[in-house]
């Protein structure tokens, strides 16, 4: 049974560029959420998507936007980055009604 | 105001004890709380979770939650080196959005 799996595990990027990230859920499970962890510092959830929809976001900017395809995958967008940025990006997937998230392994963001 | 609270730590206990950890969260609606452990460099690992008033167990750790407090604990019977990480304290005031405390960090020494 594969759990959540992030792609890339990490990423170089220079001020101003974009970025996108990618995540497919733990099998049987549609419900994806993006979260940011500075270093240091606990997960901060950035937005969860349900049925290709952006059902709930926390206080990002919105240069984070992010898309869920039909087969659950999603992706992460970040637009313009700044240092800032720099961050483990984590990926957490839950089943339908379910509220339990299970992580993947991240993708970690250096910002130069 | 944070929504959810944690002591950073580090907190050091000797192999075999008991360590505890503490989280407090702000909105008095928060129906679930879950504790994650997360190893250097690596993201965070479900431990267990709990809904109601009171204890749960679960092998060597046990969960304990006074909604009317608001704070939630875990407890690490028997501690190991391997124990030695940061707990992640996490409050799901809605469905749909969970807010993580900043993390103690434990360690275990043998």
């Known amino acids: 049974d594969a759990g959540v799996t992030q792609s890339p595990t990490h990423l170089i990027k220079t001020r101003g560029q974009q970025v996108t990230l990618r995540c497919s859920p733990k099998s049987g499970h549609d419900t994806v959420s993006w979260y940011q962890q500075a270093l240091g510092q606990g997960p901060q959830f950035i937005f969860q998507?349900?049925?290709?929809?952006?059902?709930q976001r926390g206080n990002f900017p919105d240069r984070f936007s992010g898309h869920q395809f039909p087969n659950y995958s999603s992706e992460l967008n970040v637009n313009a980055l700044l240092l800032g940025d720099s961050a483990l990006y984590l990926c957490?997937?839950?089943?339908?009604?379910?509220?339990?998230?299970?992580f993947g392994p991240g993708t970690r963001l250096l910002v130069l | 105001q944070k929504e959810v609270e944690q002591n950073s730590g580090p907190l050091s206990v000797p192999e075999g004890a008991i360590a505890s950890l503490n989280c407090t969260y702000s909105?008095?609606?928060?129906?679930?709380f879950f504790w994650y452990r997360q190893y250097s460099g690596k993201s965070p690992e479900l431990i267990m979770f709990?809904?109601?008033?009171g204890d749960k167990e679960d092998g060597r750790f046990t969960a304990q939650l006074n909604k009317a407090s608001q704070y939630v604990s875990l407890l690490i019977r028997d501690s190991q080196p391997s124990d030695s990480a940061t707990y992640l304290c996490a409050v799901n005031p809605n469905f749909n959005k969970f807010y993580f405390g900043s993390g103690t960090k434990l360690n275990v020494k043998p």
């Open positions: 957490a997937s839950s089943s339908p009604g379910g509220e339990t998230q299970y």
């Open positions: 709990i809904y109601s008033n």
């Open positions: 909105d008095r609606g928060s129906q679930s």
């Open positions: 998507y349900y049925e290709e929809e952006e059902r």
